[in-house]
């Protein structure tokens, strides 16, 4: 970025601890206030605040601050060891994550990323205390493509990757490790901060090249692209350096860590799918495999266990569902189903509730659309993502013979207490 006039300079390095957050905040506040710019403390101190943040628990490095007061306002350029630009983020309402470029293009007038010798270097212009960002759109940001890293590099194969599975992943486990810091940062803060940075290493070089999957959120368009063969490529090509293969084992680590508390709803994230689980354990395997000299290896089956039941005990009877004359399936916020009605055991080819309930709602999704269920049933807790919730939508449901019929499918969300969640599903025949 070019910027005139900008004489008034001052440069800080801070040290990669959670007093630095605090620290550049006092230096914007001090340096804005030497300059006689008051007006924009409040926008520059929120987002050198969630910066400094990213960076902290991003790249675990030291953290270079810059910042420059002109006429026309304040530069601030924050540079860190990590080679990886920011991603924008979907998160929840109450995600206490992933607003980092969402603030940047509400209160900035100008902001974007550039790659360093080691590592990059974030940079934003605010000159009206971020009322440009609030009442108008914000320049398009620059984000230029980083530089590859020196040295070894092991191009990893993955063979038929899931795309829409990996997407979905690659959000609950950001959500995962976030909390996985804040419960270890006070015991050993450096050590958490540096388990937190290799591991945001390990899925951000997932994330540049394993191809995103865009499909509308409009239901019967959604329905019509989810059992696309192109939502699985084949195969996708991960160059991992040699230095960044150990961080796939802290990410597994940490992943297997924090799962484990979210099972137990220990954290606020929501209990992890068995083909969540599948798809880490595989990725991590690819890279330590062929890292060594080892061959590709395809996605195996999910797990065929139920996922572990949420902490809190739901407070919602079944019966209503289970004697109802409506062809009805209730299935609770781990996927599994509750309780089914006798219409829809008929409609289904089954003898008996038994066969159903206590099994995952996948039992009755025919096999192409369980990748779009998964990632959409995952997504739905991360990011509130409710494309499909009270509204009508023909699709297959999956008999026990192996057939498929087609039903016409409304889900309405019922509160089942603990802030846990039921879905009761109605399942009409399709004329």
Not at 98 to 118: F, H, N
Request: charged share 20%; with cysteine.
């Amino acid at each position: 970025m070019s910027v005139g006039g900008y004489l008034d300079r001052a440069a800080n390095r801070l040290p990669a601890l959670p007093s630095s957050v605090g620290e550049a905040r006092r230096l914007v506040r001090d340096h804005l206030h030497e300059a006689d710019r008051d007006d924009l403390t409040e926008a520059a101190e929120l987002l050198v605040s969630e910066m400094v943040t990213n960076a902290l628990v991003h790249a675990g490095t030291p953290i270079d601050l810059s910042l420059s007061v002109a006429a026309d306002g304040l530069l601030v350029e924050i540079g860190d060891g990590s080679p990886h630009l920011p991603t924008r983020c979907y998160y929840a309402p109450t995600a206490g994550t992933g607003r980092g470029l969402m603030l940047l293009e509400q209160l900035a007038d100008d902001w974007g990323v550039s790659p360093q010798p080691e590592g990059k270097k974030v940079w934003f212009h605010l000159s009206n205390g971020g009322d440009n960002g609030l009442h108008g759109a914000a320049t398009e940001p620059e984000l230029t493509a980083a530089s590859p890293r020196g040295g070894a590099t092991v191009m990893v194969r993955l063979l038929n990757a899931p795309l829409l599975l990996h997407a979905a992943w690659h959000q609950h486990a950001q959500a995962l490790l976030r909390e996985h810091l804040l419960v270890n940062i006070d015991e050993d803060t450096e050590h958490a901060i540096q388990v937190h940075a290799d591991a945001n290493d390990a899925l951000a070089l997932l994330a540049e090249h394993i191809p995103s999957a865009d499909i509308s959120d409009a239901p019967g368009q959604l329905l019509a692209e989810s059992g696309d063969k192109d939502l699985v490529e084949a195969p996708v090509i991960v160059p991992v350096p040699l230095t960044s293969v150990p961080h796939f084992r802290v990410l597994d680590e940490a992943l297997e860590e924090a799962t484990t508390m979210a099972d137990a709803g220990d954290f606020l994230t929501a209990p992890t799918q068995p083909e969540i689980r599948t798809i880490r354990r595989w990725l991590v395997q690819q890279v330590e495999q062929q890292g060594t000299g080892g061959q590709a290896t395809p996605l195996p089956a999910h797990d065929e266990a139920p996922p572990p039941a949420a902490a809190s005990a739901l407070d919602w009877d079944p019966t209503p569902v289970a004697e109802s004359a409506e062809p009805l399936v209730a299935a609770d916020d781990t996927n599994e189903i509750l309780a089914v009605s006798r219409p829809v055991l008929d409609l289904l080819g089954y003898d008996d509730a038994k066969e159903l309930v206590g099994q995952r709602i996948v039992a009755i999704i025919p096999p192409r659309y369980r990748q779009a269920h998964l990632a959409g049933f995952t997504l739905h807790f991360l990011t509130g993502r409710d494309v499909l919730l009270d509204t009508t939508v023909t699709v297959p449901a999956l008999r026990r013979d192996g057939t498929e019929t087609e039903v016409e499918l409304t889900i309405r969300p019922e509160p089942a207490g603990a802030g846990r969640t039921v879905f009761v599903a109605t399942l009409n025949k399709s004329a």
